[in-house]
């Protein structure tokens, strides 16, 4: 039987079956391309200063905010560790270092227990389980990357090419050169992990031995460092602190009750004047790492995989910034313990902020498997922003958080308290009252009795929600 147009009872069905086909073809997956920064702290974002009221950004960051206008910024998020390998670890893994014996930047590890791991959960891995091509660049700095070798290869954690050792500005051209020229339908999960503004520590190091007049001369740091030294020297010095250096934290001052001889070495008595031109140095390091951040972004923008790709950024921990007279890392302190953490791009809410409680150690890879329709590995325990990220839905709450760190465990109850149990110092056990104290200014662990209370209730939490 014929019908108007020409067109066929067999056309018809044909056509119908071909619409059928086409409803049950999975939709294309989702490029991924991870960022991360090392030792940025969450309050040095420009576009997220309003949300900062304790200690805004003193940073230009005009290319992060891209992604902080195009996706969610989740503006309570902690690192798992505040120190490089522990974190990253995490990360990279879904897992708690302390879990595998990880939490300092030395670890002595199990390998065949790692390596049952990595099978499982390594980030790599588990993209290529799924179909994705892996591609890795920049700094490493992991536990076990491989035999014989330290912190110098992704391999095990399951990315396929290392496309860059460099950790700066060239590492940003290889991964723009590598977005802009690829020419394979098979999806791919990058990541680019710069250096920056990490040597802000070859700065504190640097003024370190200096103060203490160990010799004659400088010490041996970065040429980033020299070149931020040189041009904070440029200015007038009046016009510097009066219109230039960021002001001190309004948590300046040293915790109450914190225990001296614990990480002291983190803890400097330097001049304000010193502190404020610190806080520079590191702010124009933040900005320098943005610009190569923006090479990424704009290859992204420039690419047929601009409408399929899927950015996330973060960082493996902060820097304190001068908080309580401190430098760099490993305190139990939200300087370097929160993080920025971002996901913008396909199919992702635009211009949005989510002020959950949530751990990119644990929570970075549930949500890039959900985002990519992935299974998410059984082992992980984080939970996944996919949901939030892609709509207005929640987050699933948590009431309390574990974290971890060099030589301390902790547990944050959800905006009311942060319970930290030291594992080395005079002092076993600190209690923040952050509903009333966000600078984290003084320990009420021994204060009245409803303090003291609250602070064995989450030393018993602490014990339950501490992995095993």
């Known amino acids: 039987m014929n019908y108007k147009n020409g067109i066929t009872f067999g056309s018809l069905f044909l056509q119908a ?39 805004p950004n003193y940073s230009s960051t005009p290319n992060i ?38 939490r300092g930047n030395l670890p002595k590890v199990d390998n065949a227990q790692l390596d049952e791991l990595f099978k499982k959960s390594a980030m790599g891995n588990i993209f290529i389980r799924n179909g994705y091509q892996t591609y890795y660049g920049g700094k490493v700095h992991l536990p076990f990357p491989k035999r014989n070798s330290k912190f110098d290869h992704p391999i095990n954690y399951g990315f396929q090419e290392y496309i860059s050792k460099d950790d700066a500005d060239s590492l940003a051209i290889t991964a723009a050169d590598l977005i802009r020229n690829r020419t394979s339908k098979t999806p791919f999960l990058l990541v680019a992990s710069f250096n920056n503004p990490h040597n802000i520590c070859a700065e504190a190091g640097a003024n370190e031995k200096r103060s203490v007049n160990i010799k004659e001369g400088r010490p041996e740091i970065s040429n980033d460092v020299m070149d931020m030294r040189r041009k904070a020297d440029a200015f007038n010095q009046i016009d510097f602190f009066n219109n230039v250096a960021p002001a001190l934290p309004v948590n300046f001052d040293r915790t109450i009750g914190f225990p001296t001889d614990f990480m002291k ?22 900005t320098e790492i943005d610009t ?38 490993e305190l139990p302190f939200d300087e370097c313990q929160r993080i920025p953490f971002i996901i913008a791009g396909k199919g992702i809410v635009q211009n949005q902020v989510d002020n959950s409680l949530v751990c990119n150690g644990t929570d970075l890879i549930p949500t890039m498997c959900e985002l990519a329709g992935i299974p998410i590995p059984s082992n992980l325990k984080g939970i996944s922003l996919a949901k ?3 709509s207005n839905a929640p987050v699933i709450p948590r009431k309390y958080m574990y974290l971890e760190g060099t030589k301390f465990s902790q547990i944050i109850e959800n905006q009311k308290y942060k319970y930290t149990h030291f594992d080395a110092g005079s002092s076993p056990e600190m209690l923040i009252d952050l509903s009333v104290d966000p600078g984290e200014k003084k320990d009420v662990s021994t204060g009245n009795k409803a303090y003291k209370a609250k602070t064995a209730e989450l030393r018993n939490e602490l014990s339950i929600e501490q992995p095993k």
Request: proline fraction near 3%; glycine fraction near 8%; charge should be positive.
């Open 17 to 55: 079956l071909n619409g059928c086909l086409s409803a049950q073809e999975p939709a294309s997956k989702p490029n991924i391309v991870y960022v991360m920064t090392d030792q940025q702290s969450y309050n040095m974002i420009s576009g997220l200063s309003k949300y900062n009221t304790l200690n």
């Open 65 to 102: 905010d891209r992604l902080v206008r195009s996706g969610i910024s989740f503006t309570n998020a902690y690192c798992a560790n505040p120190l490089s390998v522990p974190s990253r670890f995490a990360l990279f893994t879904g897992e708690y270092g302390g879990k595998y014996g990880v």
């Open 265 to 286: 070495w983190t803890f400097h008595d330097w001049s304000e004047d010193y502190w404020r031109r610190y806080r520079w140095i590191y702010s124009q390091m933040t």
């Open 292 to 329: 190569s951040i923006g090479r990424i972004l704009d290859a992204i923008d420039q690419s047929k995989f601009k409408d399929n790709t899927i950015i996330i950024f973060t960082a493996d921990h902060g820097e304190m910034q001068g908080a309580h007279h401190a430098s760099l890392k």
């Open 388 to 390: 939030r990220a892609t």
